[in-house]
C-alpha cells in the first residue's frame, strides 16, 4: 500500500487523506471540519448573485427600486419560512429538509436562468430560492448540531458562517469570467447546477448524521431538551436588531467610503480588507468557543458593543488610516461576525430540537436583512450617511442589550425548571463545588 501511495500525484486532498494512515486519530477532526465547510458552502451557494444585477436590469428593463422589491420579497420568504422549516426539519429530518431546500433553490435557479423575461416572472423565481434558502439555513444547523463532536461544533459554526462573506467574494468573479463573458443566464445557470449537486450530495450528510446518532446517544444534562418559547423570542428581536445592522455593511460599506472621499479602487481595497477580516473572525470565534466554558451570548453581546464602535468609527468619515480600518475591522469582524457563534449558542441550549430553536432565531435574522437596508438607504437619502452609521450603532447597543435581557430570561427559566427537579430528587443537585455545578456552567449560554 505504501509504495502506491507514494507512487501517484501529491495534492492537498490526497495528502488530507494520506495522513490518515499516520495519524488516524485525527481524521475526524478533518472530517468534521470538511464536513462543515462544506455544508456552509452549501447553504449560500445561492444567496448572493448581485454582481449580476446590472446585467440583469438591463436586460429585463427595471430600476434600483425595482431590483430592492425583488430582493426583499426573497428575504421576507425566508423570513415566513424558517420557523416552519426548523419545525419540518425536527419531524422529517435535517438532512432531507436541506434536500428539500436545495432542491427547491436549484429549481429557482433553473427558472430564473431560462423563463424569468420580465421583473414579474424573476420576482416569482425569487419565491422559490427564498423559500429554499429558509429551509436550508435551520436544516443546516441541524446537520451540523448532530454531525460533528460536541468539541469542535464552535469551530464548525464558524466555517460554516465564514462561508457567507467568502461566498460574497466569491461571487463577484461571476460578473467578468462568466456574466461579461457569456451572459448572466450562463452564471445562474452555474448556481443551478451546483445547488441540484447539493441535492444529491446531502444523504451523504443524512448517512453521517445517522451514524452518529446510533454510535453516541448523547446524554442531556437535565432542562437543555430545548430552549422556552419566551426568552427564545427575546433573543429573536435582538438577532433581527443586530442582523439589520450587519447587513447594511456589505450594501453600503464601499459607497460609504466614496462618498467620503476615498477613491474608487482603494475603497474596493477595503472591502477585500474587511471582508477578509470577518471571515477570519468567524472561525476564530467558533474556535474560542470550544475553550470556553458556556457564556457565549454574553460574548455575541460584546461583539455587538465592539461592532458599534466600529459604525461609530464609520460614522466620522474616515477617509483612510487608522481610524478606517478600525471602522472596517470591527465593523467586519464584530458587528458582522457573531452569527456563527449565536447560533452554535442557541443549538447548545435545544439540544434536543436544535432545527427548530436555530429555526425561531433565523427568522430574526432574515427580518433584520429584509429591514436594514432599505431603512439605512432612506436615511442616507433623507440626512447623511453619518447619520444612518450613528443610527445603526446604536440599534447595535440596544440589540447587545436586549440580547442580555433575553438570556437573563433563558436563565431563570433554566432555573425554575432545575429547581423542580432538584425539589423532587432526594439528593441536591447544584451543589457549587460538585461535578453537577461544574456541569451546569459548562452548558450555560
Known amino acids: 500500500m505504501s509504495e502506491k501511495v507514494y507512487r501517484s500525484e501529491l495534492t492537498p486532498v490526497s495528502f488530507l487523506r494520506r495522513s490518515a494512515y499516520m495519524f488516524p486519530e ?49 428575504a421576507g420568504v425566508s423570513t415566513a419560512v424558517s420557523a416552519p422549516g ?23 435557479l433553473v427558472a430564473i436562468a431560462t423563463l424569468a423575461q420580465s421583473w414579474g416572472a424573476l420576482v416569482a423565481c425569487m419565491v422559490v430560492t427564498g423559500a429554499g434558502n429558509g429551509l436550508t439555513q435551520p436544516a443546516t444547523n441541524g446537520v451540523l448540531s448532530g454531525t460533528i463532536n460536541p468539541d469542535r461544533q464552535g469551530l464548525a459554526f464558524g466555517i460554516k458562517q465564514a462561508a457567507i462573506p467568502l461566498a460574497g467574494l466569491l461571487s463577484g468573479l461571476a460578473l467578468p469570467l462568466i456574466g461579461l463573458r457569456v ?8 448556481g443551478a447546477l451546483l445547488a441540484l449537486l447539493v441535492a444529491a450530495l446531502v444523504p451523504r450528510a443524512r448517512a453521517a448524521l445517522r451514524s452518529r446518532q446510533d454510535a453516541e446517544p448523547s446524554p442531556r444534562a437535565d432542562g437543555e431538551e430545548s430552549a422556552p418559547l419566551g426568552p427564545l423570542l427575546v433573543i429573536t428581536v435582538a438577532a433581527g436588531m443586530a442582523s439589520a445592522s450587519a447587513n447594511v455593511i456589505g450594501a453600503f460599506f464601499v459607497e460609504s467610503t466614496v462618498a467620503s472621499g476615498v477613491a474608487q479602487a482603494q475603497a474596493g481595497v477595503w472591502l477585500i480588507a474587511g471582508a477578509a477580516c470577518g471571515i477570519v473572525a468567524r472561525v476564530t470565534w467558533g474556535w474560542l468557543a470550544d475553550r470556553r466554558d458556556g457564556r457565549h451570548l454574553p460574548f455575541v453581546g460584546w461583539l455587538m458593543v465592539a461592532g ?36 452554535y449558542a442557541i443549538v447548545r441550549q435545544s439540544r434536543g430540537a436544535p432545527a427548530a430553536a436555530t429555526g425561531v432565531t433565523q ?12 431603512v439605512f438607504g432612506w436615511v442616507v437619502q433623507t440626512v447623511s450617511y453619518q447619520m444612518a452609521w450613528s443610527v445603526f450603532a446604536a440599534l447595535l447597543l440596544c440589540a447587545a442589550t436586549l440580547l442580555r435581557i433575553g438570556r437573563t430570561r433563558l436563565l431563570r427559566a433554566r432555573s425554575h425548571a432545575t ?14 463545588g460538585g461535578a453537577t455545578a461544574a456541569r451546569d456552567t459548562r452548558h450555560r449560554p
Not at 44 to 67: K, N
Not at 86 to 108: D, P, V
Not at 422 to 431: G, K, L
Open 308 to 343: 458599534a464602535v466600529g459604525l461609530g468609527a464609520l460614522a466620522l468619515r474616515p477617509t483612510g488610516g487608522v481610524l478606517l480600518a478600525l471602522g472596517a475591522a470591527l465593523a467586519y469582524g464584530a458587528a458582522w461576525g457573531w452569527p456563527g457563534l449565536f447560533n
Open 363 to 374: 427568522s430574526g435574522l432574515f427580518a433584520g436583512m429584509l429591514v436594514g437596508p432599505p
Open 26 to 74: 485525527k481524521t475526524a477532526v478533518v472530517d468534521e471540519i470538511r464536513r462543515a465547510a462544506d455544508l456552509g458552502v452549501r447553504s449560500v451557494l445561492v444567496s448572493d448573485l448581485g454582481a449580476l444585477a446590472v446585467l440583469v436590469r438591463d436586460e429585463l428593463r427595471f430600476g434600483e427600486v425595482a431590483l430592492g422589491v425583488a430582493v426583499a420579497v426573497s
Open 86 to 108: 426548523g419545525r419540518l426539519s425536527e419531524r422529517i429530518g435535517a438532512a432531507r429538509t436541506m434536500t428539500i431546500g436545495a432542491a427547491m433553490t436549484g429549481c429557482g
Open 419 to 432: 429547581g423542580t427537579v432538584t425539589a423532587a430528587s432526594p439528593e441536591p443537585q447544584c451543589d457549587a
Open 183 to 190: 451572459g448572466w443566464r450562463w452564471a445562474f445557470g452555474a
